[in-house]
């Protein structure tokens, strides 16, 4: 395989990226790595002399927080689910016992940035100069076509082209790897021969000269999956010969079983077949000692068939594994990492074949669990998170250097402090454990790392709030119904009625989110859909047009006495403007008769009854404990932390 662009690393690029860098402390303490790694060391021995690739760069995911995120949401990051649930306990905008930086994350490794938007440009370009200190030639970013449609559109489309702007200006260029083997009849219309040869047509056309796409012998470089031939060798083969009719040569990469009538195509230049993830599926199912023996004999099989087509042969070798997104299933779908062992190992047992090339997976796949991009605490873990791209690069002769992280603000403000220091604006203050109200005081539990508190403020008559029975206008009220002819006093609701606010009272936004209570009663079948006025008034998910919109399960869930339920959510991104729409709250589901029984929101300009922090706080007398009031400590830098909505008549308490 000879690629267009190799692979280079300086002593003075490795020099740079150590010198006034973002989170430089945190590069200098994980500049070596770990002291006698014995994955590293072994690694070390193994002296591959062939280009490494990495696939499965994911852009899927989606972030609520920062300036103009890609996707608003949380998409592709949740809380822990357990036994087919999503426990109201352990959800994304809340931290792990003890934790001042860590969410709830319902995968087995979390990654050294925090749940990111994969859009911003800061990230892409760390991404990249990470791969390339690890002796990756070039990552494959994972691209899907869009859902609900023909299919014939791949997304998402403006990260791509960052993507691509960012590996040009790099000159460290990327390649794409196609899925449509996943995007089957019964989702859209992606895997219909002609949409799938206008769609891979269209993208090559669009992009294939430009200097971020990978490059061979001047070709682009396109690389196909296709394990559940869901498009057979006589369609394949029409496939790529239409394709290049229009775009010129392409250099397909395909992976798939070894059919004789498939590797003969001409227009493949290079192919991978058989490798480790054979082990899910088939005794001991991932556990060891693993068959390699058999699977030894088809690698060997796909191997002549290649060189008998005269095509490059690679081969793909997993880190590890592990798809059981349910933390209470226990069973198959798991391939231990042995201490890193078990990567080192898979490279050391294909090596025989000599391949031509290597692909490693998955760079960012945090939902199966195989990841090679830094992260903390996942299944191999020794205390570097750079550890498996230290595994890659000692298997090369090379050294890795990490690189620069990315801009502060492009990072989750939770993790902020422990990558770079300090505490601005924005980031996440002190963190504290949901305060116990018991005989007149506060009792508080600070979490270890946090920040330290200057202050904990405790805010009831500043919060905006609505209630039913609030049915006389007064000057400065916050929140306000617009059609409140709409809910009766009971604030009952149901079928398409929607209920309408504005908040002339909240229209000055801070660099800290706000957060939103929605104390509500539901019958089974029915949820609420709130919606607010933010900076993406529509974005794009896939092919569907989606607007802003409160995800109640992310949050905070309260129990009250009385069966109703107190939802605390953060509302990011808002941007009220004080006209009707700020907030709109209406029914999914069955949509059968609810109530809406308050409202609050909660801002971090709100002064409150300030206190001095401690493991004691006794309530001031203005406070009164029957009614909703938040509990917020601030650091120095006037950063406050998670706010706790507090009420003494919840489910287990009294008064």
Same mark, same amino acid.
């Given at each position: 395989?000879?690629? !267009?662009?190799p692979f280079? $690393?300086?002593?003075? @690029?490795?020099?740079?990226?150590?010198?006034?860098?973002?989170?430089?402390?945190?590069?200098?303490?994980?500049?070596?790595?770990?002291?006698?790694?014995?994955?590293?060391?072994?690694?070390?021995?193994?002296?591959?002399?062939?280009?490494?690739?990495?696939?499965e %760069?994911?852009?899927?995911?989606?972030?609520?927080?920062?300036?103009?995120?890609?996707?608003?949401?949380w998409?592709?990051?949740?809380? /822990?689910?357990? @036994?087919?649930?999503?426990?109201?306990?352990?959800?994304?905008?809340?931290?792990?016992?003890?934790?001042?930086?860590?969410?709830?994350?319902?995968?087995?490794?979390?990654?050294?940035?925090?749940?990111?938007?994969?859009?911003?440009?800061?990230?892409?370009r760390?991404?990249?100069?990470?791969?390339?200190?690890?002796?990756?030639?070039?990552?494959?970013?994972?691209?899907?076509?869009?859902?609900?449609? *023909?299919?014939?559109?791949?997304?998402?489309?403006?990260?791509?082209?960052?993507?691509?702007?960012?590996?040009?200006?790099?000159?460290?260029?990327?390649? $794409?790897?196609d899925?449509?083997?996943?995007?089957?009849?019964?989702?859209?219309?992606?895997?219909?021969?002609?949409n799938?040869?206008?769609?891979?047509?269209?993208? &090559?056309?669009?992009?294939?000269?430009?200097?971020?796409?990978?490059?061979?012998?001047?070709?682009?470089?396109?690389?196909?999956?296709?394990?559940?031939?869901?498009?057979?060798?006589?369609?394949?083969?029409?496939? @790529?010969?239409?394709?290049?009719?229009?775009?010129?040569?392409?250099? %397909?990469?395909?992976?798939?079983?070894?059919?004789?009538?498939?590797?003969?195509?001409?227009?493949?230049?290079?192919?991978?077949?058989?490798?480790?993830?054979?082990?899910l599926?088939?005794?001991?199912?991932?556990?060891?000692?693993?068959?390699?023996?058999?699977?030894?004999?088809?690698?060997?099989?796909?191997?002549?068939?290649?060189?008998?087509?005269?095509?490059?042969?690679?081969?793909?070798?997993?880190?590890?594994?592990?798809?059981?997104?349910?933390?209470?299933?226990?069973?198959?779908?798991?391939?231990?990492? /042995?201490?890193?062992?078990?990567?080192?190992?898979?490279?050391?047992? #294909?090596?025989?074949?000599k391949?031509? @090339?290597?692909?490693?997976?998955?760079?960012?796949?945090?939902?199966?669990?195989?990841?090679? /991009?830094?992260?903390?605490?996942?299944?191999?873990?020794?205390? *570097?998170?750079?550890?498996?791209?230290?595994?890659?690069?000692?298997?090369?002769?090379?050294?890795?250097?990490?690189a620069?992280?990315?801009?502060?603000?492009?990072?989750?403000?939770?993790?902020?402090?422990?990558?770079?220091?300090?505490?601005?604006?924005?980031?996440?203050?002190?963190?504290?454990?949901?305060?116990? $109200?018991?005989?007149?005081? $506060?009792?508080?539990?600070w979490?270890?790392?946090?920040?330290?508190?200057?202050? &904990?403020?405790?805010?009831?008559n500043?919060?905006?709030?609505?209630?039913?029975?609030?049915?006389?206008? #007064?000057?400065?009220?916050?929140?306000?119904?617009?059609?409140?002819?709409?809910?009766?006093?009971?604030?009952?609701?149901? !079928?398409?009625?929607?209920?309408?606010?504005?908040?002339p009272?909240?229209?000055?936004?801070?660099?800290?989110?706000?957060?939103?209570?929605?104390?509500?009663?539901?019958?089974?079948?029915?949820?609420?859909?709130?919606?607010?006025?933010?900076?993406?008034?529509?974005?794009?998910?896939?092919?569907?047009?989606?607007?802003?919109?409160l995800?109640?399960?992310?949050?905070?869930?309260?129990?009250?006495?009385?069966?109703?339920?107190?939802?605390?959510?953060?509302?990011?991104? *808002?941007?009220?403007?004080?006209?009707?729409?700020?907030?709109?709250?209406?029914?999914g589901?069955?949509?059968?008769?609810?109530? +809406?029984?308050e409202?609050?929101? %909660?801002?971090?300009?709100?002064?409150?009854?300030?206190?001095?922090?401690?493991?004691?706080?006794?309530?001031?007398?203005?406070?009164?404990?029957?009614?909703?009031?938040?509990?917020?400590?601030?650091?120095?830098?006037?950063?406050?932390?998670?706010?706790?909505?507090?009420?003494s008549? +919840?489910?287990?308490?009294?008064?």
């Amino acid at each position: 395989m000879s690629p !267009k662009f190799p692979f280079l $690393l300086s002593a003075a @690029f490795a020099a740079l990226t150590l010198c006034a860098a973002p989170g430089d402390e945190h590069l200098k303490q994980f500049a070596a790595g770990v002291p006698g790694d014995r994955a590293v060391k072994a690694a070390s021995k193994l002296n591959i002399r062939v280009p490494v690739f990495v696939r499965e %760069w994911h852009i899927w995911t989606g972030v609520p927080y920062g300036e103009n995120p890609t996707v608003p949401r949380w998409m592709h990051w949740d809380g /822990e689910k357990k @036994f087919g649930k999503y426990d109201p306990a352990t959800t994304i905008e809340q931290l792990r016992p003890g934790s001042s930086w860590r969410r709830y994350l319902n995968c087995t490794g979390y990654p050294l940035l925090g749940p990111y938007d994969p859009g911003r440009p800061g990230i892409i370009r760390w991404q990249l100069e990470t791969a390339r200190n690890a002796g990756i030639e070039c990552l494959y970013l994972h691209l899907w076509p869009s859902l609900w449609d *023909d299919g014939a559109d791949l997304t998402p489309q403006p990260v791509l082209e960052r993507a691509l702007d960012a590996a040009a200006e790099l000159n460290y260029p990327i390649a $794409l790897h196609d899925e449509i083997a996943f995007r089957g009849s019964n989702i859209s219309g992606a895997q219909k021969l002609e949409n799938t040869i206008r769609r891979t047509a269209q993208l &090559v056309t669009r992009y294939g000269k430009h200097p971020g796409w990978y490059k061979i012998d001047g070709m682009p470089v396109y690389y196909f999956q296709n394990w559940n031939s869901w498009i057979k060798p006589p369609e394949l083969a029409r496939y @790529f010969a239409e394709v290049e009719k229009q775009t010129g040569p392409v250099y %397909w990469v395909y992976e798939g079983a070894d059919i004789e009538e498939a590797f003969r195509i001409p227009q493949i230049k290079a192919v991978l077949s058989h490798n480790n993830s054979w082990f899910l599926h088939t005794p001991p199912h991932g556990a060891g000692p693993h068959p390699w023996k058999e699977l030894e004999k088809s690698m060997e099989r796909a191997a002549k068939l290649a060189r008998k087509y005269d095509k490059k042969f690679g081969m793909m070798i997993y880190t590890r594994f592990n798809n059981n997104s349910d933390r209470g299933r226990p069973g198959n779908g798991r391939i231990p990492a /042995e201490d890193g062992m078990f990567f080192v190992d898979s490279i050391k047992r #294909t090596m025989k074949f000599k391949p031509d @090339f290597f692909i490693f997976t998955q760079w960012s796949d945090f939902e199966e669990s195989a990841f090679i /991009e830094p992260a903390w605490d996942f299944d191999g873990f020794n205390g *570097d998170p750079y550890r498996y791209c230290r595994i890659i690069a000692a298997a090369q002769g090379k050294k890795f250097v990490p690189a620069p992280l990315p801009p502060r603000d492009e990072v989750d403000p939770y993790i902020r402090r422990k990558l770079y220091g300090g505490s601005e604006p924005g980031d996440l203050g002190p963190v504290c454990a949901r305060p116990v $109200l018991r005989d007149g005081a $506060l009792t508080l539990k600070w979490a270890e790392e946090s920040p330290e508190p200057a202050e &904990v403020r405790l805010v009831q008559n500043e919060l905006a709030r609505w209630t039913p029975e609030e049915r006389q206008y #007064t000057t400065g009220q916050k929140l306000r119904l617009a059609n409140w002819s709409a809910v009766n006093r009971e604030g009952e609701i149901e !079928k398409a009625q929607e209920l309408r606010f504005y908040a002339p009272g909240l229209t000055e936004r801070t660099a800290t989110v706000r957060w939103v209570g929605i104390r509500h009663t539901l019958p089974p079948g029915t949820s609420l859909v709130v919606n607010y006025r933010s900076v993406e008034e529509n974005f794009r998910i896939d092919s569907r047009w989606e607007r802003r919109e409160l995800n109640l399960r992310s949050g905070v869930t309260i129990p009250m006495a009385d069966g109703s339920t107190f939802s605390w959510v953060p509302a990011w991104g *808002d941007r009220f403007s004080g006209e009707e729409g700020d907030l709109l709250i209406r029914l999914g589901g069955k949509r059968e008769k609810s109530r +809406i029984h308050e409202i609050v929101v %909660w801002s971090p300009e709100m002064a409150g009854s300030a206190a001095a922090p401690g493991e004691r706080i006794p309530l001031p007398r203005e406070i009164d404990p029957s009614r909703p009031f938040a509990v917020v400590p601030y650091d120095r830098s006037g950063a406050p932390g998670i706010p706790h909505l507090l009420i003494s008549i +919840i489910a287990g308490e009294r008064k």
